[in-house]
């Protein structure tokens, strides 16, 4: 089903998503959620320890503002979480919502995007499909073997960063990355606002350019010379929130979540991993390299529904999204 948003709504869907996000993430990332009492009006689902679904009042959620405890550190991440992606294939009607997003949020242009859509056709009597494709996130990334400075690393939550002052620009993780989704900065990235000093991120806090590369604002600012690629919004994930993609996506594509709590959600549904990967086939993109991927595809069913308008939407973005008119 495709739902077309304007702004108003798409502001509306973000406050949505701030509120709904922040809960539903309480149990999809691990954060502590403490339900009191069940008498409230407004009610969320959260998931148990045995994987049911509960209804808890919202007022009796209690929020912590950050995941990170005495344990965190930048480059190591999380411990005791691994995070993963879901991408419904069966639902991207390439509306094109979550590479704006990502693209706006990451300071970055359409020629260099972290995240892209591209029309796939399995075979010449297959119907064709829109197939969102972004960094897997691998728990065996070849791109961090070859790295000769230890710039791509993985961190302990299996999200894969590059520290971009220390990348020298050398793209053997480009040649060994078998999606290709790394990309290299030829030419000063145009970068808009990024020019200013200090500038606040969507979410509120703020970045200090002066200070230099942070892996909580992993691979920002991009730098010439250098290579880069999506970071799971790493600094969303630390405030308990799911990356700018999944919140963008106008028909609930992305689902986002932790892997050991085996929970994923998009702000509106909330799943058990595994069961959602049985029951919908879920599978990985090249699993036999054993890359060990943590983004996690389900089969696009039906897929003939509304490919014509995804083509609509591709000529449109691409007509505005050019370096430079962006
Ligand atoms: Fe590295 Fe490519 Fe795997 Fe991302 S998808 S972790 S860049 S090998």
Redesign the pocket.
């Given at each position: 089903m495709m739902m077309s948003k304007n702004e108003d709504n798409n502001s509306t869907r973000r406050n949505f998503i701030s509120k709904g996000l922040r809960l539903g993430l309480l149990t999809a990332i691990g954060g502590t959620a403490i339900a009191k009492s069940l008498v409230d009006e407004e009610m969320v689902e959260l998931m148990d320890t045995d994987g049911n679904l509960i209804k808890v009042p919202v007022a009796k959620v209690e929020e912590h503002s950050s995941l990170k405890g005495d344990d965190y550190n930048v480059r190591e991440g999380f411990p005791n979480k691994k995070f993963v992606m879901v991408v419904d294939l069966s639902r991207c009607r390439n509306a094109k919502q979550c590479v704006k997003s990502c693209n706006k949020n990451h300071f970055i242009t359409g020629d260099n995007a972290w995240l892209k859509i591209y029309n796939m056709q399995d075979n010449e009597t297959s119907s064709p499909y829109w197939m969102p494709q972004l960094?897997?996130?691998?728990d065996n990334?070849?791109?961090?073997k070859v790295c000769p400075v230890d710039a791509t690393f993985k961190r302990r939550d299996g999200i894969?960063l590059i520290d971009n002052e220390r990348c020298i620009g050398c793209r053997f993780?480009m040649a060994?990355?078998?999606?290709s989704?790394?990309v290299f900065n030829w030419n000063e990235p145009q970068q808009g606002e990024m020019s200013e000093i200090t500038m606040t991120m969507e979410h509120g806090d703020q970045m200090d350019h002066s200070a230099g590369y942070t892996p909580d604002y992993a691979g920002m600012p991009s730098v010439k010379g250098t290579v880069d690629?999506c970071d799971f919004c790493a600094h969303m994930v630390d405030q308990k929130l799911v990356p700018h993609c999944v919140a963008a996506c106008p028909n609930n594509v992305y689902f986002f979540g932790d892997l050991y709590e085996d929970t994923v959600t998009n702000g509106d549904e909330t799943y058990q991993l595994s069961k959602l990967l049985k029951d919908k086939a879920g599978y990985r993109l090249l699993e036999d390299l054993g890359?060990a991927?943590s983004v996690y595809y389900l089969p696009p069913k039906d897929r003939q529904q509304d490919y014509e308008v995804g083509l609509k939407y591709y000529t449109e973005f691409e007509s505005v999204e050019k370096p430079g008119k962006s």
């Open positions: 960094c897997h996130h691998c990334p070849p791109c961090v894969v993780c060994a990355c078998p999606y989704v790394r690629k890359t991927p």
